[in-house]
């Protein structure tokens, strides 16, 4: 018996069944981590998953929200910003504990806690958020490509779905390469932001104060529905089961100093690039902020209005091609991190067993088939509304993700010496207490609209 099938019979007390084979097994333990030498270079070895983390707090679907309440309330919502990506810190934190304690992925740690049917609806509703998540990204980039290229959403559409034959790709070269794609385009976006905010202007005392609460959330119902959209949108379900899983792509050992070490870097790692990502929403806000509501352009909630209205107000052609660069990068990134994250829900509550890239294509089909036919079928009239409505349908989802992590993560029996301090749990469960109520709350709004 080798030593994870070990690990994980060790681990049955307190789960219903042993863990299996591990997701993404091809690259399960595949980056090995120095066991001596200075903590800095032991460190290195955890960085990258986090940047994947953090494509899908910045992805197409969270544009629109920012937009809309950059270009309203111009940097109040700031303060929004900062508030979910502390609670996204937390419950990716949470996510690396599951994975380093448990030896299990979210998906798997809820089909060996749970039976069959519960597992079967958990793993249908995790779907469902794929296909939502992929909605978001599809239309993104398609809208991307029609701006700069002048491609059809239809065609673009269809590009976006070969990102399937770019991971297979990489991943055959490690999946550090992965990682390292990832993060170069994260520095394109970075960039091409850095360009447009420094062109827009902003009053930086203006955007300080922004970061500050405000008393106006609770007097302006316009300005308390934006501030939900961007709390709502922000901790995507696809993540918590990402991170989880990827997180073990790392061979960090499996004694308990070993575990504790790796816990540490990985949440240095996911924090660190949460920052980044907290960085590239505020820069939206900011822009929308500078650009739009400076000038009165009160009402831009459309990317392709924002993109059309970047070169009259800045007075500059290259800022919408910037502006139209950074939504493709985001697009193809948020795209292979769901197809990615689809894959290991679906191995991880199924326990299939097919070969890696037939695995691959069937998880990236379940979610871009829907996506593209729901696009195709809207047209680009139809966009702006489905943006909003992957956000309602990942709400409706987040809920089942968020409190088994909590419950798992609290468990002694399950985690054994890694589980989580007392305060972390009571201020994660407070946390998916106030994201299950404001997602009711969006949904309420949504249906009532």
Not at 293 to 301: F, I, K, P
């Amino acid at each position: 018996m080798d030593i994870s099938s070990q690990t994980a019979t060790k681990t049955e007390d307190g789960w219903r069944q042993p863990r299996g084979e591990a997701s993404l097994s091809d690259v399960h333990r595949s980056i090995a981590v120095r066991t001596s030498g200075p903590t800095w270079r032991r460190a290195i070895a955890f960085i990258g998953p986090g940047y994947l983390v953090a494509v899908g707090y910045m992805d197409p679907g969270n544009w629109a929200t920012s937009l809309a309440g950059g270009s309203k309330f111009g940097y109040t919502l700031l303060f929004v910003a900062l508030i979910s990506n502390i609670m996204a810190v937390v419950l990716q934190a949470l996510c690396a504990r599951l994975a380093i304690g448990s030896g299990r992925d979210l998906a798997q740690a809820c089909r060996d806690a749970y039976g069959k049917q519960v597992s079967y609806v958990l793993w249908f509703l995790a779907e469902i958020a794929i296909i939502a998540t992929d909605l978001a990204e599809v239309i993104g980039t398609a809208i991307g490509l029609n701006l700069i290229f002048g491609i059809p959403l239809e065609i673009g559409v269809v590009i976006t779905a070969l990102d399937v034959f770019l991971i297979l790709y990489l991943q055959r070269l490690g999946f550090r390469w992965v990682e390292a794609m990832i993060i170069a385009l994260l520095a394109v976006i970075a960039a091409c932001f850095a360009i447009q905010i420094a062109l827009a202007d902003p009053d930086w005392g203006s955007v300080i104060h922004g970061f500050a609460p405000t008393t106006e959330l609770l007097t302006s119902p316009d300005m308390l529905y934006l501030a939900l959209g961007i709390l709502g949108a922000t901790v995507m379900p696809h993540n918590l089961y990402l991170h989880s899983g990827i997180v073990q792509t790392r061979d960090y050992g499996h004694t308990t100093p070993e575990k504790r070490e790796a816990l540490k870097f990985a949440t240095w790692d996911s924090t660190i690039a949460l920052t980044f990502a907290l960085i590239i929403n505020a820069s939206i806000l900011i822009l929308a902020a500078s650009t739009f509501h400076r000038t009165g352009q009160t009402n831009v909630e459309d990317i392709a209005q924002a993109h059309a209205l970047l070169s009259p107000l800045l007075g500059l052609s290259v800022a919408p091609v910037l502006f139209g660069i950074a939504l493709i990068c985001c697009g193809i990134n948020s795209s292979v991190t769901a197809t990615l994250a689809g894959q290991i829900v679906m191995e991880g509550f199924l326990h299939m067993r097919l070969p890696q890239w037939l695995r691959r294509l069937i998880t990236r089909a379940i979610a871009i088939v829907p996506a593209a036919a729901v696009t195709v079928w809207y047209g680009e009239a139809g966009t702006a509304r489905l943006l909003i409505l992957s956000q309602v349908v990942l709400s409706l989802q987040l809920s089942f993700a968020v409190f088994p992590l909590v419950i798992f993560t609290a468990s002694k029996t399950k985690m054994g010496p890694l589980v989580a301090p007392r305060w972390l749990t009571a201020f994660a469960m407070f946390i998916a207490i106030v994201i299950a109520l404001l997602n009711l709350k969006l949904i309420y709004d949504f249906l009532l609209s």
